[in-house]
């Protein structure tokens, strides 16, 4: 079963617009990173949190991390229609450091 | 350096035939891992390896085999493929066990009639 699962399972907004997600863990995690899918294609790695961090920036993406809530959003802000894709978050929970996929958000950015 | 690649992209096989995926990475990478994803469900962890000659098994194990003979090549197995055996199947590695990010092959779409 999922470890992590993301929310909402889909999300359509309007270029320029702000886009948010989140992931939502059951059990205490090391790290939490969150991944693109383009169609057809495989993840790619945007970020990592550690479990001692509550908020990362790369570029026009910020993470935060809620441990106390087991939860963490994406934000992408100034969204482009080039940011259409799937996202994922992957957590590893305490004591394992295989990661464990949600089944993701898909981001449809309208031109 | 290509990163990791998988072959094949493509298969199509009748029950109860088999075949093996590659997965090979030039980036030294000590773990390495299949998933398979199927439409709403995400990636599921089939088997990884954590060095050369282990494995070990992970969510979705059953059907599937798996030897890591060489440090850069991690091979999938399907003894006799079933019709729920049909996914898209993604190889990874990283380069060690604690907070890196994980590399993606490109996928091979396979499809069990």
């Known amino acids: 079963s999922q470890q992590g699962e993301e929310d909402p399972q889909a999300l359509s907004i309007q270029e320029g617009e702000n886009a948010t997600m989140n992931c939502s863990y059951k059990?205490?995690?090391?790290?939490l990173q969150w991944y693109r899918q383009n169609s057809g294609r495989g993840l790619v790695h945007l970020i990592l949190?550690?479990?001692?961090?509550r908020e990362k920036h790369s570029g026009r993406l910020r993470v935060t991390l809620d441990t106390s809530k087991k939860s963490s959003s994406l934000l992408i802000t100034a969204s482009r229609a080039a940011d259409t894709a799937s996202y994922f978050c992957?957590?590893?929970?305490?004591?394992?450091?295989?990661?464990?996929f949600g089944r993701g958000t898909s981001l449809i950015v309208h031109p | 350096n290509a990163g990791v690649t998988q072959t094949p992209k493509f298969r199509v096989l009748k029950t109860g035939q088999s075949m093996t995926l590659l997965c090979a990475q030039d980036?030294?990478?000590?773990?390495m891992y299949w998933y398979r994803q199927d439409p709403g469900m995400g990636l599921r962890l089939i088997h990884y390896?954590?060095?050369?000659?282990?494995?070990a098994k992970g969510e979705v194990p059953d059907g599937y085999n798996v030897s890591r003979l060489k440090k850069q090549n991690f091979l999938l197995g399907l003894e006799s493929a079933a019709p729920s055996q049909t996914s898209v199947y993604f190889c990874?590695?990283?380069?060690?066990?604690?907070?890196?990010?994980?590399?993606f092959g490109p996928g091979t779409r396979l499809t069990v009639l």
């Open positions: 990874a590695s990283t380069g060690t066990s604690v907070a890196n990010e994980q590399f």
């Open positions: 059990t205490s995690i090391n790290n």
């Open positions: 949190i550690r479990s001692n961090e």
């Open positions: 992957a957590t590893e929970p305490g004591g394992s450091y295989i990661p464990t």
């Open positions: 980036m030294n990478h000590e773990y």
């Open positions: 390896s954590v060095g050369e000659g282990t494995t």
